[in-house]
Nanobody, 128 residues
Framework: QVQLVESGGGLVQAGGSLRLSCAASGLTFSSYAMGWFRQAPGKDREFVARIIVSSGRTYYADSVKGRFTISTDNAKRTANLQMNSLNPEDTAVYYC?????????????????????WGQGTRVTVSS
């Protein structure tokens, strides 16, 4: 079955960096779009970034643009999220998600409804 396993979360000071990874198994990696979402305490889940594995096309939420970079290592079947210049507002549980790439366009890349597969989440805490 499909499994997504996140790693790399932790505690970091404001201005610091973290790199999250999502290891995917049980799916044809090149056929998918990988996404990162986050949910802060008391808030709704929100889109962070997405990458179309086959083309490398990326999309970002405005709140992370210029600070976060999503990438894939196709040989290792991982999706990575490099997070720089972190601030306390980035504190959240970060979730990896996967959905078939053909479902995503420039108008719906942020939608979680097309992602049938999710990881268990990894916690990121940014102290001020």
């Amino acid at each position: 079955q499909v499994q997504l396993v996140e790693s790399g979360g932790g505690l970091v000071q404001a201005g610091g960096s973290l790199r999250l990874s999502c290891a995917a198994s049980g799916l044809t990696f090149s056929s998918y779009a990988m996404g990162w979402f986050r949910q802060a305490p008391g808030k709704d889940r929100e889109f962070v970034a997405r990458i179309i594995v086959s083309s490398g096309r990326t999309y970002y939420a405005d709140s992370v643009k210029g600070r976060f970079t999503i990438s894939t290592d196709n040989a290792k079947r991982t999706a990575n999220l490099q997070m720089n210049s972190l601030n306390p507002e980035d504190t959240a549980v970060y979730y990896c998600a996967a959905g078939l790439a053909y479902r995503y366009t420039s108008s719906n890349y942020y939608r979680a409804q097309n992602d049938p597969y999710w990881g268990q989440g990894t916690r990121v805490t940014v102290s001020s």
